[in-house]
Structures are given as C-alpha cells and as structure tokens.
C-alpha cells in the first residue's frame, strides 16, 4: 500500500496543519498573522475535503466544487480582513490585537 | 539496496515526491506561524500553500491544484503582502513573547490535535457503493453551470459584496468622503 494512496495519510496531515494554524490563531498577537493561521485552518478542512472525495464520495466532482468554495470564502475573508486591518492601524496606528481594545468600555 | 533499487521505480519517485510535498507543507506553516519577522510568514504560508497544490496534484485534481496557486498564493498571498506595506512598519521593536501565554497555546493546540487523531484511528471509513470514475474537468464544468449552478452565483454574489465592504471599510468607514 503506498503511502499516497491512503485516505489516513491526507487527513493527518490536515490535521497538522489544522494544529499549527491553531497554535498560530492562541499565541500570535500581530492581526495579519492572525489572518495567516486562520488560512492554514481553511487549508486543512480544503485538504479534508479532497481527499473524502478522492477515496469515499459517490462522485469526484462535489469534492472539488466544495473546495472551490473554500477557496472563495477564504478570498472574500481575506479582503474583507485586510481592510478592516489598514483602517485599524491608520486609527489607532498599531495592529496588535491587545491594544485594539476601543470596545471595552 | 533493496530500498535503493525501490526508489527508482515509478512509485519510488511518486513516493519520495509526495514525502517532499509534505514536508514543504509542514515547513511551510512552521515558518508561517513561528517566524517572528511579519514577512517571513507570508513566504512561509506560500510556501505550505504550494505544498497543498501538491497535495491535490496526488489527488488526482489538477484544477483544483491550480486554482490553489493562482488564488492563494498568486491573490490572497500578495494583498497581504499589501496589507503589511500599508500597515505597521518592520523596523520597529516588537514586544517580547509572553511565555505563559505560548505555553497556553501549545497545549491547546496539542490537546486538539492528540483528540482528533483519536477520533482518526477510531472511525471506519467506508468508501461509497457506487463510485463514479469520471475525473475530467470538462465534467467538473459541466457540474459548475448546470447542478451546482447556485453555488457559482453565490460565490460571485460574495466576492462582489466582499469588494464593496472592503473598499467602503478602508475608505474610512460611512460618513466620510
């Protein structure tokens, strides 16, 4: 059995990369790397995606088309992020998550 | 030697790339969430996202593979470069880690990660009855704008409101001209 050729393989992976990204989301304090680790977590449900279609789905293209939509979001997260981030540092001329706390009262 | 001999068959060489591609990927996110210079995290996630290119390449899906590269890494990837340049500069002093708190993480993240390779060894997986063996993308586009024709609207229905958020957001928000 090669080792590419089996389902476990993949979704370890995912799984790695999905715990990473979790590490990076709890101990980063930067908002742009928050964005970056919130990637890698989309990155490992997109892989968990691709490879239930690979090796269980009925038929391989609902897998991929669900992806794709993945890859959608995450661009539209991104956007959306990023302007939030440059409008936050030109107020309050710093992106770390712990000085941003305008709504604390 | 019999290894030796193993690695230039055509699995071989599958089986070693696809040792490679994972490694880049793991690599990749390492880099992407421990290094502590800003950009260097954005070539680490390009990098790992290159890696899960790869990946779908031995999933038997090269357009899913490319979309990965032109979106991720060709899109996302650059307007957070963008988003750095027009944000905090690099030179200045970052404020020291706090220990406890990247202790905290690390289990966290550890303990999600132990839970869900339990619950990995525990399942049974069971592949359809009826498995279909059409892979073309000629196929995935006729499925894009006949069954599935919905989720191609919606996705370009959010990009199109996702650009009007961002640019009204970045712009100063409501009120400002």
């Not at chain 1, 930067?30 to 968990?48: F, G, P, Q, Y």
């Amino acid at each position: 059995m090669l080792l590419f050729n089996q389902l476990e393989t993949y979704l370890y992976l995912a799984i790695v990369l999905f715990a990473i990204g979790l590490y990076g989301v709890l101990a980063r304090r930067s908002l742009i790397a928050l964005l970056i680790s919130v990637e890698l977590i989309l990155n490992a449900a997109s892989i968990n995606f691709m490879a239930f279609n690979r090796f269980l789905a009925p038929h391989p293209a609902v897998g991929q088309i669900i992806t794709l939509f993945i890859m959608a979001v995450a661009a539209a997260e991104a956007a959306i992020a990023l302007s939030i981030i440059v409008a936050l540092y030109r107020k309050l001329k710093t992106i770390n998550i712990e000085q941003a706390t305008e709504l604390r009262g | 030697m019999n290894f030796l001999s193993g690695l230039f068959t055509p699995q071989g060489v599958a089986s070693a790339a696809f040792v490679l591609v994972m490694a880049i990927t793991i690599l990749g996110a390492l880099i992407a969430v421990a290094a502590r210079n800003i950009f260097h995290n954005v070539l680490g996630l390009a990098l790992s996202l290159m890696g899960v290119a790869g990946l779908f390449l031995y999933l038997n899906s090269p357009f899913v593979a490319l979309m990965e590269i032109l979106i991720y890494v060709g899109a996302i990837c650059i307007a957070i470069c963008f988003a750095i340049m027009l944000s905090e500069p690099l030179y200045l002093p970052k404020p020291p880690r706090n220990r406890l708190k990247m202790l905290g993480a690390v289990a966290g993240a550890g303990l999600t990660f132990v839970f869900l390779c339990l619950l990995i060894r525990k399942t049974q997986w069971t592949p359809a009855v009826e498995r279909s063996t059409d892979w073309s993308i000629t196929t995935l586009g006729h499925y894009l704008l006949t069954n599935y024709a919905l989720i191609f609207e919606v996705i370009s229905l959010l990009l199109l409101v996702a650009m009007l958020g961002s640019i009204v957001i970045a712009r100063g928000g409501r009120g400002s001209s």
